[in-house]
């Protein structure tokens, strides 16, 4: 199959490309369940099939016969191809897909950059995959033509299944790897007719019966053991974690680093009165969750006990799979920075009415100050309401309702206090003031915000968004500021703690502000280059969401220890942000991480906004805020930190924030507010 567009040059598929094609479940945004080994000797048996269709190799029922070793200039098939002509003893096909099983997570990576290169799939944060918005037409006989790549590969599948025609070798093949995968019958209503056609034709090549034995083989006979590969998961004692110094500090991804130091990538800890969990933490375990954890992991289970908090089910929070997958890409347009560099200006105008009720003298809770400032503007751009006067109230609660019914660091008992049952009320009064304005009338003419699209989700699909879902998903964006308010005060703290990087940002935020507000296309990586590099390095140094909690739903092994069924499992994600190998001399502060030719942050080892599926869907839009709030900040008032002897203590639970001490003096003011 070729791609066909104006300008463009063609391009052939390749046999790995239809595989990961025909493999693909847009309704899920990932790929369709194949046991590893499966998969691998399917993957693995497509390049071996390309290189036979590309007549550098051949194959007959004893052996795989080096035809030609000339490169083809593909890198899914040259490393393959180098290492068969390499072997000095001729292999038989089956052979070398045992061998060479181990590359197929490569091949795959691969793959996947090329159909995104191609413009045949589109990638998604928090790898997730579909296809993208492309004109494919393709035909596979003259004049005829078909929709997108996955459409003609499945149109191929079809008539050589369904009809007596003697298929194409490349169709044979194709059929032959899916059916090692075993989920024709996922795409396909395959009757017994037709499953005695398709294994007529997986009969038909030598390398798709190869492919087959091999899986057959291995699960006749396993390459290891399960006893051999499973480890004990080492217990840390109580006492030696009270004991360690990052937890007098708080530092939660510091005290998992060292951790990690002595007892490895996976250990348990057994807190008191609370239930027993396994902690993941480091590289390897974060590139596993991140590409394999929506297999074998889910956040239903811990999430359930907080949802019925808000009168809900199946809140985003608490999706996996397709749900999951659906939720995020309807709301990725709200959550985007191109929604917020559109509202520029007013996210200004709103941030900087806040830091007007600041008064020269007065110092301020840094924590209080910062969920202030980042509401400002999140509330009236995301809801269209003020909510000013309620926001500390609403995280309050929702800091109250993690640490009982999520972390479970609190008794229940700890949300039922007169308290608490006066803040969950005004869950109910924030929804009333957003729907109150989101009538057709008043929004006519109203750029789209964050409830209209919610709203339009509902009215499309009432099941999928029920009206009982509805008061947390619109104070849910409100609730944000207490995250980004608290990494904040994180970056203010450090900014006026360190005054040659203040400095720096300041002469940015003049630069940017020097002819009033700038426009989207001025704030670029280069004009804010330190500001930006700043704030990664916050995040990094105080994660806010320093980890996350999942339950075991299918059993697994990683890194050698087994985790069973139904426990649940903590994912120390920014346990690396404190790990040498990957941040060396990690409790500097060094802004140069980020730049050439270090790039430290790239890889799994860099998580402040999470792995896999659950990543944050509004990184990119935060990144802007979080910029514009220290800019604006730099630019227009010059403050202190009070007591000015106060050393930084973290209160890790139920997100990281600095403790209460802190606080913010306000000296003076640099430039004056415009009216």
């Given at each position: 199959m070729s791609r066909a567009g104006e300008g463009v040059k063609t391009e052939q598929l390749t046999l790995p490309d239809e595989l990961v094609l025909t493999l693909l479940n847009e309704e899920s945004g990932y790929f369709r369940q194949v046991p590893g080994w499966s998969l691998n000797c399917a993957v693995v048996g497509s390049v071996l099939a390309e290189l036979s269709l590309s007549a550098r190799i051949?194959?007959?029922?004893?052996?795989?016969?080096?035809?030609?070793?000339?490169?083809?200039?593909?890198?899914?098939?040259?490393?393959?191809?180098?290492?068969?002509?390499?072997?000095?003893?001729?292999?038989?096909?089956?052979?070398?897909?045992?061998?060479?099983?181990?590359?197929?997570?490569?091949?795959?990576?691969?793959?996947?950059?090329?159909?995104?290169?191609?413009?045949?799939?589109q990638h998604h944060d928090g790898d997730f995959w579909s296809l993208a918005q492309t004109a494919w037409r393709v035909g596979f006989h003259a004049g005829s033509e078909v929709g997108t790549a996955v459409e003609f590969v499945k149109t191929r599948i079809s008539k050589a299944i369904f009809s007596n025609e003697i298929p194409d070798p490349r169709d044979i093949i194709i059929i032959c790897l899916i059916d090692t995968c075993d989920v024709l019958r996922y795409i396909f209503e395959l009757d017994e007719e037709s499953e005695e056609r398709v294994e007529q034709v997986t009969k038909m090549d030598l390398i798709g019966r190869s492919i087959a034995d091999a899986v057959r083989q291995n699960i006749a006979k396993p390459l290891f053991p399960k006893s051999a590969l499973s480890k004990a998961i080492p217990v840390v004692p109580l006492r030696r974690m009270l004991r360690n110094e990052h937890v007098r500090s708080g530092n939660i991804p510091a005290l998992f680093a060292h951790l990690r130091e002595e007892y490895g990538p996976v250990f348990e800890i057994r807190p008191p009165f609370s239930e027993n969990m396994i902690v993941l933490v480091g590289p390897e375990t974060n590139h596993w969750v991140h590409r394999h954890g929506r297999t074998y992991l889910r956040s239903r289970d811990y999430m359930e006990d907080f949802e019925k908090l808000y009168g809900g089910v199946g809140l985003l929070p608490g999706l996996d799979g397709a749900d999951h997958f659906r939720y995020r890409k309807s709301l990725q347009p709200g959550y985007s920075r191109k929604r917020l560099e559109e509202q520029l200006g007013p996210a200004l105008s709103y941030t900087r009415e806040t830091m007007a009720t600041w008064e020269v003298g007065q110092k301020y809770p840094a924590v209080q100050l910062s969920r202030l400032l980042v509401n400002s503007a999140m509330s009236p751009l995301f809801v269209s309401v003020e909510s000013q006067d309620i926001i500390e109230d609403l995280c309050i609660y929702k800091s109250r309702a993690l640490q009982t019914h999520v972390s479970r660091t609190l008794p229940k008992f700890m949300l039922k206090t007169p308290g608490m049952r006066r803040r969950k009320k005004l869950i109910n009064k924030i929804t009333d003031r957003v729907l109150s304005v989101h009538t057709p009338?008043?929004?006519?003419?109203?750029?789209?915000?964050?409830?209209?699209?919610?709203?339009?989700?509902?009215?499309?699909?009432?099941?999928?968004?029920?009206?009982?879902?509805?008061?947390?998903?619109?104070?849910?964006?409100?609730?944000?500021?207490?995250?980004?308010?608290?990494?904040?005060?994180?970056?203010?703290?450090?900014?006026?703690?360190?005054?040659?990087?203040?400095?720096?940002?300041?002469?940015?935020?003049?630069?940017?502000?020097?002819?009033?507000?700038?426009?989207?296309?001025?704030?670029?990586?280069?004009?804010?280059?330190?500001?930006?590099?700043?704030?990664?390095?916050?995040?990094?140094?105080?994660?806010?969401?320093?980890?996350?909690?999942?339950?075991v739903m299918n059993a697994v092994t990683v890194e050698g220890y087994e985790l069973p069924l139904g426990s649940r499992i903590l994912i120390g994600t920014?346990?690396?942000?404190?790990?040498?190998?990957?941040?060396?001399?990690?409790?500097?502060?060094?802004?140069?991480?980020?730049?050439?030719?270090?790039?430290?942050?790239?890889?799994?080892?860099?998580?402040?906004?999470?792995?896999?599926?659950?990543?944050?869907?509004?990184?990119?839009?935060?990144?802007?805020?979080?910029?514009?709030?220290?800019?604006?900040?730099?630019?227009?008032?010059?403050?202190?930190?009070?007591?000015?002897?106060?050393?930084?203590?973290?209160?890790?639970?139920?997100?990281?924030?600095?403790?209460?001490k802190l606080k913010f003096a306000v000296a003076a003011t640099r430039h004056e507010l415009p009216v």
């Open positions: 051949d194959t007959d029922m004893e052996s795989l016969i080096l035809l030609d070793k000339t490169p083809t200039g593909d890198p899914c098939l040259d490393p393959i191809l180098k290492t068969i002509a390499a072997e000095p003893v001729q292999r038989n096909a089956r052979y070398w897909i045992e061998r060479l099983a181990p590359r197929a997570e490569a091949i795959i990576d691969m793959t996947l950059d090329r159909l995104v290169n191609l413009n045949i799939l009338a008043q929004r006519a003419g109203c750029p789209q915000d964050f409830a209209d699209d919610l709203l339009s989700m509902h009215a499309a699909d009432r099941q999928f968004l029920p009206e009982s879902n509805m008061s947390f998903a619109l104070s849910a964006a409100l609730l944000a500021s207490m995250y980004m308010g608290d990494q904040v005060s994180f970056i203010l703290y450090s900014m006026l703690a360190q005054p040659e990087f203040h400095q720096k940002i300041r002469a940015e935020a003049d630069a940017l502000f020097a002819n009033g507000d700038p426009d989207p296309d001025m704030i670029t990586a280069e004009s804010i280059d330190v500001t930006r590099r700043f704030i990664m390095e916050c995040m990094r140094l105080y994660p806010i969401v320093p980890m996350s909690i999942r339950n920014t346990a690396t942000h404190y790990m040498s190998d990957i941040f060396p001399d990690p409790f500097t502060f060094d802004i140069d991480r980020y730049s050439n030719p270090r790039k430290e942050h790239l890889g799994s080892g860099y998580a402040p906004y999470g792995l896999g599926t659950h990543t944050c869907l509004g990184s990119r839009w935060t990144e802007l805020h979080m910029a514009l709030n220290a800019l604006l900040v730099a630019h227009h008032f010059e403050l202190e930190i009070a007591p000015k002897n106060y050393e930084l203590k973290i209160n890790p639970f139920a997100s990281m924030s600095p403790n209460k």
